[in-house]
C-alpha cells in the first residue's frame, strides 16, 4: 500500500509540473503572437480576417486561452512573415528561469544554412521592448536588396569581416566594432571565407 501511495503521489506531482510547463509555454506563445501582430501595426480585426477567424479567437490566443492548431500556427507564420520554427522550443530546464533566462543549448534558430544566415533568439521572448539575436553570416552570404524596418537597431561583430550599407553608405566591420542605426535602409554582406558573427539588437522586436 505504502508504494502504491508514493507511486501516486509522485504522478500527481508530475502531472502538475506537466501542465505547469504547457501553461508556461502557452503564455510565451500568446505573448510573441500579440508582440508580433503590434510590431506590424495589424489590428485583431485584420489579422482574423486574413487568418479567417473571428476576433474573439485571436483575442483568446494572445491571451493564452486558446492554444492554436499547427494549420493556424503556420498561417500566423506566413502573415507575420516568420519562419515558424519561431514558435516552438519555449521549453526551459528550471521553471524559475522562464521568461528570465536563455541557456546556450536551448535558443530558438530562425533562417537555415541553405540561406547563408541562422540566427538564434537569444532574448527569453518578443514580449519585450527589444530583441537580441546571435547572426551567423556564411561567407558569400548577402542582403542583395536593401531592406527597411521600422525599428531602432544596433550591432557588435564577434568575429569574421562584416560589411554593412546603412542609407547608402557601407562600412566594413572587423572583431570588435559595432553599428546603430533607425528606420533606415540597410544591406549586409559577408566579403570574407569565414563565418561572421554579429549580436544584433533589435527594438521593437520583429521576429
Known sequence: MKLERDFSRKLKVARAAAQEDAHGQEHLLASDIRALRKARKLTLSEIALKLGRSVGWVSQVERGLSTPSLADMRALADVFGVPIS???DH???EESERGSIVRAGRRRKL?????GLVEELLSPDLSGSFEVLRSEFAPGAEL??????????AGYVVSGTFEIEIDGVWHRLGPGDSFRFEKK???WRN???EPAVVIWVISPPVY
Open 111 to 115: 533562417g537555415s544554412r541553405e540561406t
Open 191 to 193: 566579403p570574407g571565407l
Open 91 to 93: 521549453d526551459v530546464i
Open 144 to 153: 542583395p536588396t536593401p531592406a527597411l524596418r521600422q525599428t531602432e537597431e
Open 185 to 187: 535602409t540597410f544591406r
Open 86 to 88: 519561431l514558435f516552438f
